[in-house]
């Protein structure tokens, strides 16, 4: 006589621990980590507590923000606007050929090898160094701005690109190339009908990204109201500080806004 076999009335997802004991492990680790680094920072409470009162008073004469010199705001977030929607077209630009040469499926090895390390390279820096940089080169304003935003943009929308014509299904570019085309050929007729509606989706949220970075890249002298900010706050003056990070805060919410339905346009 068999027995019958009982089987678990609900499914579960596998633990990727494998084992309550290697679960209980891992988060020890995680714990003794974080009680760990906590530790080395060496934080001092007691100025923590002094700096309570300090920063209530700032928010204090935070409010109500100052919107009289509305004129200085608008030249500033029209500059922040400028930046990001230049840095994004000419990121556009630059990023089509380095996305071309990074696709293993289009370029030689060498030549994907040396972009794929360029954009490894780039990627390597924040916005906010790259600006450093440009404005120890070209001096304080928005050109160290926008060739800033422009060269993040290159290199974050050439990787997307490139992983986009990797991942492409080759059936239309064995056939493109199959008929004797060239490569620019082949490239305009299989390629691109495959990536455009990603890389232009990409391409929005670069621009939203870039209308966010243009507003801190600015606190170091590469232009935009990031470079107003930043003069407020050296000079104690709270009030016009609200008003720019109220205006900041809007600008962000539009771009986000406009990148989403834009987006869903394009589905």
Known sequence: MTTAVSYPSRWRAPSIFGSP??????????????????????????????????????????VPPDFSRWQLLLTGMVESVQIAIAATIIGAVLSIPLGIAAAANLSPRPLYLAA???????????????????????????????????FSSAIFLGKML???IENMKPGPVEAIRATGASFGQTFFYAVVPQVLVKTLGVLIYRLD???????????????????????????????????????????????????????????
């Open 21 to 62: 004991g290697r679960r209980l492990a891992f988060w020890a680790l995680v714990a003794a980590y974080l009680v760990w680094s906590l530790s080395s920072l060496n934080i001092d409470t007691a100025r923590i507590i002094a700096g309570l009162p300090r920063a209530w008073t700032i928010l204090e004469r935070m």
């Open 116 to 150: 794929r390390g360029f954009i490894v390279v780039g990627r390597t820096f924040h916005e906010v160094i790259i600006a450093i940089f440009f404005v120890k080169l070209f001096g304080f304003g928005p050109v160290a701005g926008l060739l800033t935003l422009a």
């Open 162 to 164: 490139a992983e986009d």
């Open 209 to 267: 990204s870039n209308l966010r970075h243009s507003t801190v890249i600015g606190i170091v002298g590469a232009g935009g109201i990031g470079q107003t900010l930043s003069a407020s706050f050296s000079r104690y003056d709270f009030d016009f500080a609200s008003a720019i990070l109220l205006t900041i805060a809007a600008m962000v919410a539009f771009g986000e806004w406009f990148s989403d339905w834009a987006r869903r346009r394009l589905r």
